[in-house]
């Protein structure tokens, strides 16, 4: 019997010794949760596509491509978050590791769009008439250089050479006209020369 127990104990240990050596099996790699088509507005700064897992420890490499050729070709792709307006192509891959099997690849389109301009003035202006050429004031956020367009009300069909000098009723046109950052923009503002 002693004998009988002995055996029972020793292949007892090796079977937990056996169940201990084997590693888990890993999981499916986790489902993503992003959108497959993203897109933000240039602020100047590095923007990252949204990225996230059913499970936050997943791994995950992201790959910015500029077009959909260079992802095809799985050429100049570049691992940094875009920072100027375009079009984008993201490879999002899911390599096996952290307990998890190597999942299938992802494919994000990703647009960096032009921002907004706002430009900001009195609705209406007046200057005192001196002789001298008189000009509206008008401020853009972010700061960019607008155009400034001078019509006589008396004959508002085309703009004037130059900023008035005369008394009189004016509308001006203040515009930037856009850029490759940012859309255009424009306001009205009406001038008074007293």
């Known amino acids: 019997m002693e004998r009988y127990v002995r055996m029972t104990l020793m292949m007892t240990a090796f079977l937990c010794l056996s169940c201990a050596s084997k590693e888990a099996a890993p999981e499916e790699a986790p489902l993503i949760t992003s959108a497959t088509y993203q897109h933000t507005q240039y602020n100047g700064r590095p923007q990252a596509v949204e990225v996230?897992?059913?499970?936050?420890d997943a791994p995950l490499v992201v790959t910015y491509f500029r077009s959909q050729g260079?992802?095809?070709?799985?050429?100049?792709?570049?691992?940094?978050?875009p920072a100027e307006v375009g079009d984008y192509y993201v490879r999002l891959d899911r390599p096996e590791g952290k307990g998890y099997r190597e999942g299938s690849r992802i494919?994000?389109?990703?647009?960096?769009?032009?921002?907004?301009?706002?430009?900001?003035?009195?609705?209406?202006?007046?200057?005192?008439?001196?002789?001298?050429?008189?000009?509206?004031?008008?401020?853009?956020e972010p700061p960019v250089e607008l155009l400034f367009f001078y019509y006589d009300d008396a004959d508002p069909a085309a703009p004037l050479p130059a900023a008035p000098r005369d008394r009189g009723r004016y509308r001006v046109t203040v515009i930037f006209p856009?850029?490759?950052?940012?859309?255009?923009?424009?306001?009205?503002?009406?001038?008074?020369?007293?």
């Open 52 to 56: 996230k897992a059913a499970k936050d």
């Open 70 to 81: 260079e992802l095809e070709e799985d050429r100049n792709g570049f691992s940094e978050a």
């Open 107 to 140: 494919t994000i389109e990703y647009h960096l769009q032009k921002a907004f301009i706002s430009i900001t003035a009195d609705p209406v202006q007046r200057a005192a008439w001196d002789g001298r050429p008189k000009t509206v004031t008008a401020a853009a």
């Open 178 to 194: 856009g850029n490759e950052r940012y859309m255009g923009a424009s306001r009205e503002v009406a001038f008074l020369i007293e």
